[in-house]
């Protein structure tokens, strides 16, 4: 008798990770691009469930709504990519992650990001989904 379930095969860089950023999240935006806290208002690629609230994890694109920075760019939708989240979530070698905020970097439509560097660290998991994050951070945990 033939195995059921689907068969596991993909990219190495999204896995099953438990999703700790939903929506109407207040995040730190974790760069100099000008905003300090941000809304999150959408999840990109997510498939919706009936009353299942949207969910994102570390390396997701999200719509942010910018609540609060420079003036010019408060009340501004733009997407953002999640680079650290409070929840727990494990690493495909076994090891448990958390970190200490909720955190964002803001990207332009094309899939850059908007600052120049990025304050404190840098999940693997994004780096790794987003390489052109790896360059402006500091720490890469």
Same mark, same amino acid.
């Given at each position: 008798m033939a195995k059921r379930g689907p068969k596991v095969t993909g990219v190495s860089y999204r896995l099953d990770l438990t999703p700790g950023i939903f929506m109407e999240s207040l995040v730190k935006v974790a760069d100099n691009s000008g905003a300090t806290l941000a809304r999150v208002i959408g999840v990109i690629r997510?498939?919706?469930v009936? #009353?299942?609230i949207p969910g994102a994890s570390v390396g997701d694109m999200v719509v942010v709504s910018i609540r609060a920075g420079k003036p010019e760019l408060r009340k501004q939708i733009m997407r953002a990519v999640v680079i650290r989240q #409070? #929840?727990?979530? #494990?690493?495909?070698?076994?090891?448990? *992650?958390?970190?200490?905020?909720?955190? &964002? &970097? *803001?990207?332009?439509?094309e899939g850059e990001p908007k600052g120049t560097e990025i304050r404190g660290p840098l999940a693997k998991e994004a780096a790794e989904r987003w390489p052109s994050l790896a360059p402006l951070a500091t $720490? $890469?945990?």
């Open positions: 997510y498939k919706p009936w #009353r299942r #409070r #929840r727990p979530y #494990r690493r495909a070698d076994g090891t448990w *992650i958390a970190f200490e905020d909720n955190a &964002v &970097v *803001i990207m332009t439509p $720490i $890469i945990v």
